[in-house]
């Protein structure tokens, strides 16, 4: 499994990442980690003529091998992501769709968020926030499920 303390080491070997099935589905692009909790949370492969496209991939499950990244999914399965830009952040509905195609057990980001917004009780707070300033901070006037949660990681990141 990848951590921070592997992150560098996988970023500059330009390996490849590895399937399933032990085929070559392309070389490592990209590594996205959590804003919160800086640990990698995907990985993009670059595949396509001459790697010009990359598609996202959970690192969860994911473990090195020499120079290699090898993930428990298939070529096909990777090829068949939903497209995602390669812009610097991932938004949690992109994230969310990710995490659909790939199938994987843990809540989406969106599902969390539901369950803290329904936990809240913004009339009980009411008057502890009266007067309180957010106009100019950035972010403070957006429905926070709107906001990027994980961030691009390594040479041209961060």
Partial sequence: MLNRDNIEAVLHKGGNVIGADGDKIGSIGQLYADDDTGEPTWVTVKTGLFGTSQSFIPVEGAR?????????????????????????????????????????????????????????????DADLNAGTPTAGIDGADRDPASRSRLRKYGQDGA
């Fill in 64 to 124: 090195t091998q020499d120079d290699d990244l090898v993930v428990p999914y298939t070529k096909d399965h990777v090829k068949d992501a939903p497209r995602v830009d390669v812009d610097g952040h991932l938004t949690p509905e992109e994230e969310d769709r990710l995490y659909t195609h790939y199938d994987r057990g843990a809540r989406t980001y969106s599902d969390s968020q539901d369950d803290v917004q329904a936990d809240v009780d913004l009339q009980g």
